[in-house]
């Protein structure tokens, strides 16, 4: 067996139709309000590229779990500052296309670009990127800064993975927040 380095993405600016891109960010619930939640080291990043999205007038479309509907758990991370307008699924499963309530909001807004953000990498984030680009045709950005799971080997695997899946590969690519532009 022929053991090789993982593939380690590196982040290149972006530059995204703010008509045509949506932003998910996948399960940032309020148990990111915890300082102790690997989750919660992302919140400065994602909140200010919310900002910036929403500034462009980019959709963004927030995941929780199914199980935490219904409970404190079930709102969006505070610091996130979700508008009212902004739509929250539960889907069951990690893949947030799960239920195709996902694919249906996206297909109404004429999106074909998502920009993929949240925690945790290796569960949420990698399958539904890779269903985006696999199974639906999205063009997906991952900001390697607005991801991120409790390890490092199970964060760098993940992205390992999204890089050498067939036919995922080459829709999705990486980023990093400020250097991804919407105009």
Known sequence: MQ???????????????????AVLVLDMSTRCDDPAAECSQLLDALGAFLDKARAASVPVVFSVSLSAKGTPLGEVATALKRQPSETVLYPDGFDKFTGGEL???????????????????????MYTATAAARNYRYNVVIPLDAVNTRSAYEHEYALHQLSVLPSAAVKIQFSATPMIDFS
Do not use: H, I, M
């Open 3 to 21: 053991t090789t380095e993982p593939v380690r993405p590196q982040a290149e600016p972006k530059r995204l139709d703010p008509a045509t891109t």
């Open 103 to 125: 694919q249906q909001l996206l297909e109404a807004r004429g999106v074909r670009n998502l920009v993929v953000t949240g925690s945790a990498t290796n569960f949420a984030v």
